[in-house]
């Protein structure tokens, strides 16, 4: 049932009034335009811009975003078309230009159009065979299948090649290298019938690695995603998580020194944790500091500068001095070090703010994380 729904969805039209004064292209060529044959029919196409332009019927026809324009010259000036010559939807599924077959003119007036375009268009095919491929290769691949409905592998076309899973109902796609000095890879899935994607990609050498990896769920709003990175003695990482506009951030570091993490809500609640590599540990919360010692008490530093320790009895914080007793000193000394390396985790995270700007492309939400 879901195949025969997604045949019918690709055949909808996606229809929009256009008006005629406002819209507008402006196609940049390489050099002088050069076209080529569509083979078996009298036009060419434009080999040398990254827009759709077709000399057809003796006019100059380009399909941009959807909508049709037409010009008597390769260069412009161009017109919304409100008529597409009969002869470009003979275009023949090899050519590159072929999608734009999908494309229509409905109905025009002095100063608006409406246009549409079904599945097609974004490389969404019906075969056949009655089933929907995506890429124009795959509509090779299906018109040479058998009575039982069977194709083999799909030819590589710029549908991307794809991978089908009739296991999950998702599309993949994905690749990987390596040699001798580390590899990367990257990889990405998508349910078009839910709508749920995925994706995510890594590298890896001789002084660290690095991953990023997000996935979304629009049934449920759900959204989450995490990178991380190593240097070989120091790793730190980030992550977020959004559920129907709630959302948390979290990050950690570690190294020789300890580690270190924190999480913060859209609600407006934040929390630090710290545990030093010579004892201790600490925890911030929006209401203030507290470490906890290997003695097992709590401690707070005070504005001042000088700890103090939490008396359960009378609910009130003690000063806290650094006695002659070995114990004493080296719990001090455990407080003094996860309030330097407090210091340093702020530093690391904003080093890791800085990477996953590099690495993610597109994920600055984490840059502003820390603040």
Same mark, same amino acid.
């Given at each position: 049932?879901?195949?025969?729904?997604?045949?019918?969805?690709?055949?909808?039209?996606?229809?929009?009034?256009?008006?005629?004064?406002?819209?507008?292209?402006?196609?940049?060529?390489?050099?002088?335009?050069?076209?080529?044959?569509?083979?078996?029919?009298?036009?060419?196409?434009?080999?040398?811009?990254?827009?759709?332009?077709?000399?057809?019927?003796?006019?100059?026809?380009?399909?941009?975003?959807?909508?049709?324009?037409?010009?008597?010259?390769?260069?412009?000036?161009?017109?919304?078309?409100?008529?597409?010559?009969?002869?470009?939807?003979?275009?023949?599924?090899?050519?590159?230009?072929?999608?734009?077959?999908?494309?229509?003119?409905?109905?025009?007036?002095?100063?608006?159009?409406?246009?549409?375009?079904?599945?097609?268009?974004?490389?969404?095919?019906? @075969? @056949?065979?009655?089933?929907?491929?995506?890429?124009?290769?795959?509509?090779?691949?299906?018109?040479?299948?058998?009575?039982?409905?069977?194709?083999?592998? *799909?030819?590589?076309?710029?549908?991307?090649?794809?991978?089908?899973?009739?296991?999950?109902? /998702?599309?993949?796609?994905?690749?990987?290298?390596?040699?001798?000095?580390?590899? @990367?890879?990257?990889?990405?899935?998508?349910?078009?019938?839910?709508?749920?994607?995925?994706?995510?990609?890594?590298?890896?050498?001789?002084?660290?690695?690095?991953?990023?990896?997000?996935?979304?769920?629009?049934?449920?709003?759900?959204? @989450?995603?995490?990178?991380?990175?190593?240097?070989?003695?120091?790793?730190?990482?980030?992550?977020?998580?959004?559920?129907?506009?709630?959302?948390?951030?979290?990050?950690?570091?570690?190294?020789?020194?300890?580690?270190?993490?924190?999480?913060?809500?859209?609600?407006?609640?934040?929390?630090?944790?710290?545990?030093?590599?010579?004892?201790?540990?600490?925890?911030?919360?929006?209401?203030?500091?507290?470490?906890? *010692?290997?003695?097992?008490?709590?401690?707070?530093?005070?504005?001042?500068?000088?700890?103090?320790?939490?008396?359960? /009895?009378?609910?009130?914080?003690?000063?806290?001095?650094?006695?002659?007793?070995?114990?004493?000193?080296?719990?001090?000394?455990?407080?003094?070090?996860?309030?330097?390396?407090?210091?340093?985790?702020?530093?690391?995270?904003?080093?890791?703010?800085?990477?996953?700007?590099?690495?993610?492309?597109?994920?600055?939400?984490?840059?502003?994380?820390?603040?």
């Amino acid at each position: 049932e879901q195949s025969k729904d997604a045949v019918l969805l690709a055949q909808i039209p996606h229809e929009a009034t256009i008006n005629i004064k406002e819209a507008n292209v402006d196609v940049t060529y390489k050099g002088e335009p050069q076209f080529v044959s569509i083979q078996g029919t009298p036009m060419t196409y434009a080999t040398n811009t990254h827009d759709q332009v077709i000399y057809a019927a003796g006019q100059y026809y380009c399909c941009y975003q959807g909508v049709w324009f037409v010009s008597p010259l390769a260069n412009g000036p161009w017109a919304v078309c409100t008529v597409v010559p009969a002869v470009i939807y003979t275009i023949p599924p090899s050519s590159p230009v072929y999608n734009c077959t999908y494309v229509q003119v409905y109905s025009s007036t002095p100063d608006t159009v409406v246009v549409g375009y079904t599945e097609g268009y974004s490389g969404a095919y019906v @075969a @056949a065979t009655g089933v929907l491929m995506f890429g124009a290769g795959m509509i090779v691949g299906a018109s040479m299948a058998n009575s039982w409905g069977y194709c083999g592998a *799909a030819f590589y076309s710029y549908g991307c090649a794809a991978h089908y899973s009739y296991a999950y109902g /998702s599309f993949y796609r994905g690749s990987s290298v390596y040699g001798p000095y580390g590899g @990367a890879g990257y990889g990405a899935k998508y349910n078009a019938a839910t709508g749920t994607y995925s994706r995510g990609a890594y590298a890896y050498g001789p002084h660290g690695a690095a991953s990023y990896r997000q996935a979304y769920n629009p049934y449920t709003h759900s959204y @989450a995603s995490h990178a991380g990175a190593t240097n070989g003695y120091r790793s730190w990482g980030s992550s977020v998580v959004s559920h129907n506009g709630q959302t948390a951030w979290a990050g950690h570091t570690a190294g020789p020194l300890g580690k270190s993490g924190w999480v913060q809500t859209s609600g407006g609640k934040s929390a630090e944790y710290r545990q030093s590599a010579f004892g201790g540990s600490a925890v911030r919360t929006g209401s203030g500091n507290t470490y906890a *010692a290997r003695d097992g008490n709590v401690y707070q530093k005070s504005s001042g500068g000088d700890w103090q320790r939490y008396n359960g /009895s009378s609910h009130s914080w003690d000063n806290a001095s650094r006695s002659g007793d070995s114990s004493d000193r080296s719990t001090m000394d455990g407080l003094n070090h996860d309030d330097a390396a407090r210091s340093r985790g702020d530093s690391n995270a904003g080093s890791f703010s800085g990477f996953h700007g590099g690495f993610g492309g597109g994920g600055g939400g984490f840059r502003g994380f820390r603040r």
